[in-house]
């Protein structure tokens, strides 16, 4: 990180358990977005949340948006009888 952001704040009721909000300086300085995936970790001097190494996760809704059947296999959804079905 290459800017240092200290601001004070209150741990606050979330949902059954704690939460504190990140504020858009602190996210900013850190480096984190909507969506990131993190690591919270109990340490010696409290708590550290870092992002998780690697390609982050895509949700259901993302993978959706990048398929592209002509990329992707030519999968097509067949819409009538294509081989010996029996029925």
């Avoid at 741990?11 to 993190?38: H, S, Y």
């Avoid at 708590?47 to 998780?52: E, G, H, K, Q, T």
Wanted: without cysteine; positive net charge; hydrophobic residues 45%.
């Amino acid at each position: 990180m290459t800017t240092a952001v200290k601001v004070e704040q209150t741990v606050q009721e979330w949902g059954n358990g704690l939460g504190v909000r990140i504020t858009a300086p602190v996210a900013k300085a850190a480096r984190f977005a909507r969506g990131l995936p993190v690591t919270v970790e109990v340490v010696k001097e409290g708590i550290l949340v870092r992002p998780l190494a690697g390609k982050p996760r895509l949700t259901l809704a993302q993978k959706l948006r990048a398929f592209d059947p002509a990329v992707h296999g030519g999968e097509a959804l067949a819409d009538g009888r294509v081989g010996t079905e029996v029925f």
